[in-house]
């Protein structure tokens, strides 16, 4: 049986999604462990008044593609781009180059679809599901295709506790739920959302989940695999630990506690925080690509690509690293010393969300507004309570997924492709991963200088000093106000006070008598 690199080569892949960020190390590991694959041809859409090559180029200089420019400078001459709108009819591909996909294209890897959780349902049903429909007719034309992958979500069916890998019936007909929409204003269509997808906590699974039954009945045409990824985070090995260029998901939670502004988060401290290496997620999806062309399923087949059921972490776990990583490895201008707390009590979360992040942030503002500077703080709160509050449902609650077909996958493959296409999560060292996650945020998302460490920890010792400072400040205050004023106070007062110094007598004895 052909390797994966060996496989690979030779053939023309099409890539959706590719300036995402799981799209961008597809392309990276492609080019780098399969070097003789021919040509990636990716659909991608001007934005921000950038051509589409415009886009491509820029992708191509970041930093994540250093290892292919080091071994192969000419590595962009295999990517192609090809013009490309999602939500437009027939993907707005030319004739031109839908007669070139069509005839040349082996393998397809769906990676493209909005990840917003609080996207409004008719925006997150034509990219993730009514643009899935149009790349499968596309592909049905594709004279030489031997895969499609599909990349979905280990969440898209969360309303259930045990997820197998199967592919469950949709909440909704895909085809009547788009025909009913079609007609409704956006105003009748954000009302009954609440009803349209009940017990999932948003349009995100929810159109996942449909677009995995959309794909499920193309599999009598096309040869199939899901792949199913939990929480995607940083780069675990390649092409370099720490790898991330994004505030999505744990990335922005991570740089709110790094920064200080975060100091409260509700969270299950036991449950299991099902995080999943990018890399991991890529070198499943190869692999996956591989086997269905060389196997050809009768079926589609559905890989649950998480850690929670091999190797897991906890969100108390998580916490505690990131905490002790931000204060060896600190950002730059912290808000406050980091210092967050994880409860899963909704009114304890509330009080220190009062105390530790409005009152702050009201202090900070009127200081701003009294130096003449526009007050910001309230703002970012505002909207990293937000954020913090669409993750909840995630980080409060387990799941129990079954990966027996991502063992399968990990026993078909070589010795030496599982070295080269590592997706085995038993190996992953949990604290040395959120160590080097942490530092990639620094690194790569902020774009902090590690050079700048030494000033970044005296800046933590000057917030410590402000803060020591403000504490004895608010003793005496209170001292002077209330206590040095009332009798019973002051009794009260040395009462506390003489007893915690009994205390640390009876404690110097005890420690004596036992030496």
């Known amino acids: 049986m052909v390797s994966i690199a060996e496989y690979y080569a030779g053939k023309n892949v099409l890539i959706t999604g590719a300036t995402g960020f799981m799209g961008k190390v597809l392309v990276e590991k492609l080019l780098r462990s399969c070097p003789e694959v021919k040509a990636l041809y990716l659909l991608v859409r001007p934005k921000a008044g950038q051509s589409m090559q415009q886009r491509v180029s820029d992708m191509m200089k970041c930093k994540l593609f250093d290892r292919v420019r080091e071994d192969n400078p ?8 090809i013009s490309s709108e999602l939500i437009q009819p027939g993907l707005a591909i030319s004739p031109e180059d839908v007669e070139r996909l069509t005839a040349c294209i082996n393998i397809v890897f769906h990676c493209a679809a909005t990840i917003r959780f609080d996207e409004p349902l008719k925006h997150a049903l034509q990219l993730n599901v009514i643009a ?16 499609f992958i599909h990349i979905s979500t280990a969440y898209a069916n969360c309303n259930r506790r045990h997820i197998d890998e199967v592919i469950y019936p949709p909440p909704v007909e895909p085809k009547k739920l788009i025909e009913s929409l079609e007609w409704m204003d956006d105003g009748i269509v954000r009302d009954i959302t609440p009803r349209l997808i009940g017990t999932r906590p948003n349009t995100y699974t929810y159109t996942k989940a449909l677009a995995e039954y959309v794909v ?5 045409k096309l040869n199939i695999g899901i792949i199913r990824p939990s929480i995607v985070g940083a780069s675990w090995q390649e092409p370099f630990p720490g790898w991330i260029d994004n505030f999505n998901g744990p990335s922005g939670v991570f740089i709110a506690a790094g920064k200080g502004i975060l100091r409260t988060m509700r969270a299950n401290n036991d449950a299991v925080a099902d995080l999943i290496p990018v890399d991991v997620v890529i070198n499943l999806t190869l692999a996956a690509g591989w086997y269905t062309a060389v196997h050809r399923p ?3 087949v559905v890989y649950n690509c998480t850690t929670g059921g091999i190797n897991p972490f906890h969100w108390g776990e998580i916490e505690h690293h990131v905490m002790s990583s931000f204060k060896r490895n600190p950002l730059e201008q912290a808000f406050r010393r980091p210092n967050a707390n994880i409860t899963s009590n909704y009114l304890i979360n509330q009080y220190w969300i009062l105390v530790s992040h409005k009152f702050p942030a009201l202090i900070y503002d009127l200081f701003l ?4 500077q526009k007050p910001q703080m309230m703002r970012i709160f505002n909207r990293l309570h937000k954020a913090i509050g669409l993750l909840e449902y995630f980080s409060s609650q387990d799941w129990e997924w079954n990966s027996e077909n991502m063992t399968m ?4 493959l070589t010795p030496e492709d599982r070295k080269t296409f ?6 992953l060292n949990w604290p040395e991963y959120i160590e080097n996650y942490c530092i990639g ?3 790569y998302v902020l774009n902090e200088d590690m050079s700048d460490i030494p000033a970044a920890r005296q800046h933590l010792r000057k917030l410590r000093n402000i803060r020591y400072t403000f504490n004895t400040l608010l003793v005496v205050f209170i001292w002077r106000v209330f206590i040095a004023r009332s009798q019973m106070a002051r009794n009260i007062w040395y009462f506390v006070v003489s007893l915690c110094f009994k205390f640390l007598s009876y404690f110097r004895a005890s420690s004596t008598i036992t030496n």
């Open 74 to 81: 000419d590595f962009h001459q295999k990517i192609i781009p």
């Open 132 to 147: 899935t429909q149009k790349l499968l007719s596309l592909a049905q034309q594709m004279h030489h295709l031997e895969a």
């Open 216 to 220: 499920q009945q193309e599999q009598d």
């Open 298 to 300: 009768k079926n589609a």
């Open 369 to 372: 507004r009294l130096s003449g």
């Open 409 to 412: 996958l990990m026993n078909q």
């Open 422 to 427: 590592n997706f085995d999560v038993r190996q």
């Open 441 to 443: 945020t620094k690194k």
